[in-house]
C-alpha cells in the first residue's frame, strides 16, 4: 500500500531551536511539495520539486525556512530558528507530475513552537 | 493575494440532500481544478478534477460544475451522507506547471 509518510507526527520545540520535518514521497512519483495548514490560509504551499529539483519556493520565508530532496526518496522542511507563528500542520505530498495528475499527501507533521 | 477562494468556511446538511460547495479564483490562467477531502488527523485526499476543457464532471454522488466566463466552480454531493463531513478544499493549476493553489476550505457537516 503505497503511501507518503512524514516524520515527526508531532513536535513541540522552544522558540528559537532548529526543526526538521522529513518526507518519504511515494516510489516513482517526480514531484514532490511541502503545504502549511493554517486557519487563516488554508493549504499553503511553501515549495516543490520535479525530479528533485526545487521548482519553486516563493511560499517559503527564506530567511529561516530551508527545502531539500537529497535523493528521490527523501524531502526535508528546516525552520532555523523556529518562531511561535510557524506553528502549523506541515503536510508533504507527491505525484507523477501529470496534468490530469492527483497529489497523494502524508499525514503531516504538527508542528507547535512555544 | 488569495488567487483560490472558499468564501463559506462551514456548512450544515441533512442527510439525503444535496450538499453544495463554492469555490471562485482570480487567475484566468488556472485551468486544471480538483477538490480535496480531509479528514482530521489525516492527509487531504483526492476527490474529484475538472479541466478547463469541460464544464462538468462526474463521479458517483460527486459533481463538478466549471464556470469559467465567472471564475466559479462548484462541487455537489448528492445525496450526501454522514460519512461526507469533512473538510473539503479545491485546488487549481495553470497550464504548464504543477503548482496547485489551494483554497482555505470549507468544512462539511452532514446531520444524520
Known amino acids: 500500500d503505497a503511501r507518503v509518510t512524514q516524520t515527526p507526527r508531532h513536535k513541540v520545540t522552544e522558540m528559537g531551536q532548529e526543526v526538521t520535518m522529513r518526507c518519504q514521497p511515494i516510489?516513482?512519483?517526480?514531484?514532490v511539495f511541502w503545504y502549511r495548514q493554517t486557519m487563516m490560509q488554508g493549504l499553503e504551499l511553501l515549495a516543490y520539486?520535479?525530479?528533485?529539483?526545487?521548482?519553486?519556493d516563493s511560499g517559503m520565508p527564506k530567511d529561516r525556512f530551508s527545502a531539500e530532496m537529497p535523493d528521490a526518496t527523501l524531502a526535508t522542511l528546516k525552520i532555523q530558528p523556529s518562531e511561535p507563528r510557524d506553528s502549523a500542520v506541515y503536510f508533504c505530498?507527491?505525484?507523477?507530475?501529470?496534468?490530469?495528475?492527483?497529489?497523494?499527501f502524508g499525514e503531516g507533521s504538527r508542528l507547535t513552537v512555544l | 493575494d488569495q488567487q483560490v477562494k472558499q468564501n463559506s468556511p462551514s456548512l450544515s446538511v441533512q442527510e439525503g440532500r444535496i450538499s453544495i460547495l463554492n469555490c471562485d479564483y482570480t487567475?484566468?490562467?488556472?485551468?486544471?481544478f480538483l477538490w480535496y477531502k480531509k479528514y482530521p488527523a489525516e492527509g487531504p485526499t483526492f476527490l474529484i478534477s475538472?479541466?478547463?476543457?469541460?464544464d462538468k464532471n462526474e463521479d458517483g454522488r460527486f459533481t463538478v460544475f466549471l464556470n469559467k466566463s465567472a471564475k466559479h466552480l462548484s462541487l455537489h454531493i448528492v445525496p450526501s451522507q454522514p460519512g461526507d463531513s469533512a473538510v473539503y478544499f479545491c485546488?487549481?493549476?495553470?497550464?504548464?506547471?504543477?503548482?496547485?493553489?489551494f483554497g482555505t476550505g470549507t468544512r462539511l457537516k452532514v446531520l444524520a
Open positions: 487567475n484566468s490562467m488556472f485551468d486544471y
Open positions: 485546488a487549481a493549476s495553470a497550464g504548464g506547471t504543477y503548482k496547485y493553489i
Open positions: 505530498a507527491s505525484g507523477w507530475g501529470r496534468r490530469s495528475g492527483e497529489l497523494f
Open positions: 520539486f520535479r525530479n528533485r529539483a526545487p521548482l519553486d
Open positions: 475538472i479541466s478547463s476543457i469541460k
Open positions: 516510489l516513482g512519483h517526480n514531484t
